[in-house]
């Protein structure tokens, strides 16, 4: 049996890691168009107040810097 060496180790950990995150940030980009598709088509008398309504179609923010806001 041959023993991989530290370093072979931390870049395969590190491709593990890598497709771990591209495959988390795919699913809550999806997450967040299906919440914007769903806010779209909600019928008009579907929000009592219009304070409900501006809270229930905010979509989150996931950028890194968002600037000023």
Request: aromatic share 2%; glycine share 8%.
């Amino acid at each position: 049996m041959v023993k991989r060496g530290k370093a072979e180790k931390w870049a395969a950990r590190g491709e593990r890691l890598s497709a771990a995150l591209r495959e988390n940030l795919k699913r809550r980009k999806e997450q967040v168009r299906e919440r914007g598709d769903l806010a779209r088509n909600r019928p008009a008398g579907d929000v009592s107040t219009p304070e409900n309504a501006e809270k229930e179609t905010r979509v989150p923010d996931f950028r890194r810097n968002r600037g000023r806001e």
